[in-house]
């Protein structure tokens, strides 16, 4: 194996060759200079792996060896570092990945969903080959979160993080704020421009962001990675009603994804929020990224950046690349897999917050007056009331109502939530957002 | 020496137990479980030094070795890593750490004054003896931006970097803006509360925030550290009615500190400036830092965080303890000594900026139009122009004037502003204060 010590260059082969890894590529080749002098040792693609040889990929690839089947580049003598850039949580990915470790050669990853659901048996391996498996490139894409949390904020117990870690319904929801059209229409949008798949549901859905929170919380937290206990809501819950009233009321609705050590148990979750216009994650625009974290020691620290794309991913790949080179290893979530403890998985948030609540009341007497006792007795106290009927509102027509509560738990609004519901003054569902403050 | 290759644990020898030696002291003894897991090995402190033994530090220091002269610190057979708490660009502190790093110890430090004027020769000595030298705490206290910027955008050509760095300026700018005082008053206040210190020139001037900067500009530009390559000017120049006006221009004051690659130059340069209200920068509070990075490939990305104090500093100086005993070991200022080349400094930096300007005229006829005609003269064309007499304005007193100019040379502007002085317009001298956007 080869690393700074040898003084050798060090030897990358590159498994998938589309956005990322085309990048990745490109970037080892036009920086090649700065990066031997900052790596110690050259840095030298000696193969690259693809479904299709023949795809021009906007760079030269004759120089390289070509592997039809990416799974043997886990077996070339002259590969160091395999960079998996494949993607999907199974298949190919993880058999490349688990047969480099087995092989004894690094891994370089931008692939979240994969360490999701298999992180802990990964870095269980690669800890006992004492191989690194470098994934800066899947959290957060060029902001380097993942060093700064295990390296930076290395002393510190976490408290707390809040992020915006999906570049995709950030933009959709900036959108849907911007030019005051309807989610579906800021979804299309985003495909047009390149910022949503053809299938956004992994995004839309949270559970991209999920995938990506829960990889944070194992660094945070020193817990296993358990995607399981991450609760986990998309923003196709959003309405456009929504996203005005927000503003209206000095907020502006985010995908947020919080991990909170709770006592003794850790909560991950990932749902809409409305945050408070003064928090900077308020301000996080188009397909950004950012990330706060709360450290005993540090105090409130925020890193934020460009969350996806080819160059901004490919920096992130090629600076583990640079760890590697240099000698740099560490347990993959900053603790050795074997002391990772089980995630406690609270089943329910009791932190405080406000709530935001949107409701239709249907067109009869005292319902707006059934729903407000119905909060009361449930200790859930109004801090403001918007009863805005549309300027066309017709006489017997609904409602439309919106609530922001004072603090209260999660529990409280669920059970008043299902009362209201049960009482039959609503028309339609209500929507229920958490406020979200640091 | 002792790393995590030996699983024996890292000795750790502390000098000066001051504010920021006393924290890390505390913060090795708190966090001592997770920190071993996480660096791999125990972290063990075996020795403290400091002027006075019998002073009470709000800490035990029994169980250490007491050295009456740290200096002796790096000689000793039970230190593996000395962590230099003491400050100061000469006198003990340098010979501290060169005595270390001669004896084959790894250094810890948070004296940018230190690296700023040796920083070269001291990587050069590290180098040549493999030992480490961490300063994560010399720039943006608790902020990890020397990893951040060293490790994380390790891939990038950094072309820019705009940043907050002093956090005793920044509060000083803040409470003159919210509670209109002047800046002496505000000086004061500071002091009061703890954010500057008794002798506050080293902040107010803008030498602290030089200091930073130099040593950020030799990771992102691989050059060697300039510190009289930095083009400096404090805050003591800003006036109660520059905060005003800016306010009432959409911008805010802030002491910034600029590393810029400019064609074949780098430019560095720290000084009050004008950021605009839409720039995350100019939300920067309290003693808050802040940092924007502009790389090739990653695009922009920001950090911000507690720039000092016990906490957040000892959190970086322990981070970058662990790094040590994780076995991590780079170049001192990221590319090796012997190839930063020596930073040609720009004698003026040509980039364009529109300026404000802030001018009393005399009470004779035809001032104004002098004056817009001298800058017309020079190419500048005029933005914004206030011209606001106080509200017990006499006829035949002097007239303050506002002026933001478009896009101009700096060069132009000191030529102008000249020639507008030796017009005999001017009651007193004029401000001259750069706006600055990324
Ligand atoms: N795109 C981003 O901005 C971004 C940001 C952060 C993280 N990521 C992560 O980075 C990874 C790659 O994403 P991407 O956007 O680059 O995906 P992509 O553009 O779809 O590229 C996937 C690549 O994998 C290749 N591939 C598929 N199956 C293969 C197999 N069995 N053997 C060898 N190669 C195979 C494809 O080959 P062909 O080209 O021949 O079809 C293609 O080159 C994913 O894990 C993703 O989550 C992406
Ligand atoms: N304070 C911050 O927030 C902060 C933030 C970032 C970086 N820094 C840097 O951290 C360093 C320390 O700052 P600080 O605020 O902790 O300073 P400090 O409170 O003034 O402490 C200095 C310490 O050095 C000791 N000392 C002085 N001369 C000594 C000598 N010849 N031998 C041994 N010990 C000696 C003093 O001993 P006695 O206690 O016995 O007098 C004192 O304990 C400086 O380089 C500073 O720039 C500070």
Known sequence: MSDSASGNPLRIGIAGLGTVGAGVLKLLTQQQDILAARAGVPLVVTAVSA????????????????????????????????VELIGGADGTAKVLVENAIAAGKHVVTANKALLAYHGQSIAESAEAKAVAVGFEAAVAGGVPVIKGLRDGLAANQVERIVAILNGTCNFVLGLMEEE???????????????????????????????????????????????????????????????????????????????????????????????????????????????????????????????????????????????????????????????????????????????????????????????MTGILAEHDISIETMIQKPEEDHELGANMPVIVVTYATRDTAIAKAIAEIEGAGILAGSPNVIRVESL
Request: aromatic share 6%; hydrophobic share 40%.
């Open 51 to 82: 479904r299709n040889r023949q795809q021009d990929r906007g760079v030269e690839i004759d120089g390289y060896a070509w592997y039809d089947n990416c799974l043997d580049m886990a077996e070339a003598d002259d590969v160091d570092v395999v």
């Open 180 to 370: 005051e059209v309807s989610f579906e229409d800021a979804v299309r949008e985003a495909q047009d421009v390149g910022f949503a798949e053809a299938d956004p549901t992994t995004d839309i859905g949270g559970f991209d962001a999920a995938h990506k929170l829960s990889l944070l919380a194992s660094i945070a937290f020193g817990t296993q990675v358990n995607l399981d206990a991450v609760l986990v809501k998309g923003i196709d819950s959003v309405a456009a009603e929504d996203i005005e009233a927000a503003k209206e009321l000095g907020y502006r609705i985010k995908l947020i994804a919080v991990a909170d050590r709770n006592g003794g148990h850790i909560i991950q979750r990932v749902h809409p929020a409305l945050v408070p216009l003064e928090q900077p994650l308020a301000h996080v625009g188009g397909p950004g990224n950012s990330i706060v974290m709360q450290g005993d020691w540090v105090g409130t620290v925020e890193f934020g950046g460009p969350g996806a794309g080819e160059k901004p991913t490919a920096s992130a790949v090629v600076a583990d690349i640079v760890d590697i080179a240099r000698g740099f290893q560490v347990p993959v979530f900053g603790t050795p897999a074997a002391q990772l403890t089980p995630a406690k998985s609270a089943s329910e948030d009791n932190s405080l917050a406000p709530y935001y609540l949107r409701m239709e009341l249907a067109d009869k007497k005292g319902t707006a007056s059934t």
